[in-house]
């Protein structure tokens, strides 16, 4: 039974690598002329560039799937006990890793640390209902919502806490609460009830030697002639056989299609025979993400991570990479790479600066933490749309999406609006095959 993917980011290309290693027959198109979607990596001046996700938590299917496209040789696993930074109150605090680095840190009160104790006595809520915002301050009190978790879901989700569902954002924290009444209590019972033998993932934080882009590049060789790019697939419809795919004027026919196009081109061909899939993927909204590149003669007084930021007055970055901290020859030698976040859904705006401003607001915010002062830029990127935000509808986008599937057998919708944004979970989703 052929299956016709559309879409050649990372969502497509598991889905089309899985499925031809189960001996099914399969064609994966897509647009650009090179696979990965926003998973790309460039060389420029000496410095490794990732241009859109910078790092992977190596998950047990992430882990698995390296091992089978023999890429462990190539794997750069950073030291899990590498720090983690919270830009607040005019400097950085060490993100704490166990209960006495919680005890010894000024990131929150003393008042703060205290009501931390009452978490497994928070009365339930309706996760359902709540916002990301709401939910953590009900169970961890609101210095931890503020302080903690709002840098986290502004730097990594390019969000805001007071819209994302909970539900859908930190659908694991939900789930316990509902099921075993909290947090602490949730993971307590996770941790005992995981089975002896269930597959683990690696510690610390995953790249390779030439960057992210060499996990696409590697799955699009494995698909060698069955992924076609700079194809790009101009309308789906359906037909007697089952799908028919009218690519560069050409119709290919596959019993099955699965779209892995970002939610608007997803949309686009989704009118056709289904047009309530297409409204709710065109409802989808996306943050904009700037990304710059930085670089400085000057040695950085710490090493780690790098840096999330409190929303705070004279701030406006989201974060920062400390890259040539992080992984081996990010940085020709004696210099330092730091890649910086503006923009999402707080700072829509940002985008509209020019490439100078970006830099100064992005110098000025390093600066006021102790980062070097005298900074090159090597590359600006900007993304309209670089994130989708899980927001209070999005559980009735995801099911409408579901019914589709339901009832035309033979269709599936992919990609990180579903499932989680991490590459981690866009590869879990990717795994789970249709029967």
């Known amino acids: 039974m052929t299956t016709a993917v559309v879409g050649g980011g990372l969502s497509g290309l598991v889905r089309a690598h899985a499925l031809l290693a189960r001996g099914e027959p399969v064609l994966l198109f897509e647009e650009a002329d090179q696979p990965g979607g926003v998973v790309r990596t460039e060389r420029q001046d000496g410095f490794l560039l990732e241009l859109g996700p910078n790092t992977v938590r190596p998950t047990a299917e992430l882990w698995s799937l390296v091992q089978t496209l023999g890429l462990e040789k190539d794997a750069l696993l950073a030291d899990p ?186 949309a686009k061909l989704a009118d056709s025979f289904a047009p309530e899939a297409a409204g709710a993927l065109r409802t989808i909204p996306s943050a904009p993400l700037v990304v710059l590149h930085l670089a400085s003669s000057e040695r950085p007084r710490l090493s780690g991570f790098g840096h999330l930021v409190v929303p705070q007055e004279g701030r406006r970055i989201l974060g920062a990479i400390w890259s040539s901290s992080l992984f081996p020859d990010r940085a020709p030698e004696g210099r330092a790479l730091f890649t910086v976040f503006l923009g999402g859904a707080r700072d829509p705006e940002a985008l509209r600066l020019t490439d100078g401003a970006l830099v100064d607001v992005a110098s000025r915010d390093l600066r006021a933490v102790g980062l070097p002062r005298s900074l090159e830029t090597i590359r600006v990127t900007r993304y309209t749309g670089a994130i989708p935000q899980y927001d209070a509808g999005h559980g009735e986008r995801i099911e409408t999406l579901a019914s589709v599937e339901r009832r035309q057998p033979g269709v599936f919708f992919l990609g990180n609006y579903r499932g989680g944004i991490s590459v981690g979970d866009v590869v879990r989703s990717a795994l789970l095959l249709p029967n």
């Open 81 to 266: 006990r590498t720090p983690r930074f919270i830009d607040f109150g005019g400097r950085l605090h060490e993100v704490p890793s166990s209960p006495g680095g919680l005890a010894k840190s000024r990131i929150l009160s003393a008042r703060g640390k205290l009501r931390l104790l009452a978490e497994p006595f928070v009365r339930q809520g309706d996760p359902a209902t709540e916002t990301v915002a709401d939910f953590f301050a009900r169970r961890l009190g609101h210095e931890v919502a503020e302080r903690l978790v709002e840098p986290f879901v502004s730097g990594i989700w390019g969000g805001r806490g007071d819209r994302l569902s909970v539900a859908h954002a930190f659908p694991l924290l939900a789930r316990w609460e509902s099921t075993s009444g909290g947090i602490a209590r949730g993971g307590i019972s996770a941790m005992r009830n995981r089975p002896k033998n269930a597959p683990r993932g690696k510690r610390g934080l995953l790249s390779f030697r030439e960057g992210l882009t060499t996990l696409p590049r590697r799955l699009a060789a494995e698909l060698g002639a069955r992924a076609r790019f700079g194809s790009r697939v101009e309308s789906i419809r359906q037909s007697n056989f089952g799908w028919t795919l009218s690519v560069a004027g050409q119709d290919v026919s596959a019993e099955r299609v699965c779209i892995a196009a970002p939610p608007r081109e997803a």
